[in-house]
C-alpha cells in the first residue's frame, strides 16, 4: 500500500561499469548532485556504480544516460532497469545508510534474472527475506532488482548463496556490495 505522501513514478537503475575503479569517486561527484538522480552508489562486482533515476519515459532516461552518464571519465558500460518507484518523500539520499545513519551496516545489490513462469513465485519469496530493504520489478537487463542489507557481507553473501539462487525460476544473480563513502 503506498502511503498518503508518497507517489508512483517511472524510474530507471543505471548499472554501470567503470574501467578505472579510482575513478568512481569523481564520476559519484558529477551525478549525485543531479536533479534525475535518487541514488548513486559505488558497488563492486560486475558493476561500479549503481545509479537510480527518476524520469517518465524510457527516452528521457536514455537521452539522460546518453548526454551525462557515458561522457564521464572512465565510463566503459551501462546496463539500464526500467522500475516503478515508490517514493515517499522528496530528499533523496545518494549515498546509502542504515535508517540509524549506520555505516557500518552491510548493503548489497541483488540483480535478478527469473524465468517468466515462476515470477511471481520467485517475487513473493524473495520479499519475504528479513534482508530484502527494497525490490523492485524491473524491465531490461534483469527482471529484479533487490537490495539487502545485513550485519556483514558474509550474512548477504550466505542468505543469496541459500536462499536467492536456489529458489525455482531464478536463472541468473549477479551481486553487487556497496561501498561506502568513507571506505573509497
Do not use: W
Not at 72 to 90: A, Q, T
Amino acid at each position: 500500500m503506498v502511503a498518503n505522501n508518497a507517489k508512483t513514478v517511472t524510474g530507471s537503475y543505471a548499472l554501470i561499469s567503470i574501467g578505472d575503479h579510482e575513478k568512481r569517486l569523481a564520476a559519484i561527484e558529477k551525478l549525485c548532485p543531479l536533479e534525475e538522480v535518487i541514488r548513486c552508489d559505488a558497488v563492486d562486482g560486475d558493476y561500479s556504480l549503481v545509479l537510480l533515476m527518476h524520469g517518465a519515459a524510457s527516452e528521457v532516461i536514455e537521452g539522460f544516460v546518453d548526454s551525462r552518464v557515458r561522457p564521464i571519465d572512465g565510463v566503459e558500460n551501462v546496463d539500464i532497469c526500467e522500475v516503478e518507484l515508490v517514493i515517499e518523500h522528496e530528499a533523496a539520499s545518494c549515498h546509502s545508510e542504515d535508517a540509524e545513519g549506520n555505516a557500518s551496516v552491510a548493503e548489497s545489490y541483488a540483480f535478478v534474472e527469473v524465468d517468466k513462469d515462476s515470477f511471481e513465485h520467485v517475487f513473493q519469496k524473495i520479499e519475504s527475506l528479513e534482508a530484502v530493504v527494497s525490490s523492485e520489478v524491473a524491465r531490461g537487463a534483469y527482471s529484479l532488482v533487490v537490495r539487502l542489507q545485513g550485519d556483514d557481507f558474509n550474512q548477504l553473501d550466505r542468505l543469496i548463496d541459500n536462499k536467492l539462487r536456489p529458489l525455482d525460476g531464478v536463472l541468473r544473480v549477479r551481486q553487487s556490495r556497496i561501498i561506502k563513502k568513507s571506505e573509497m
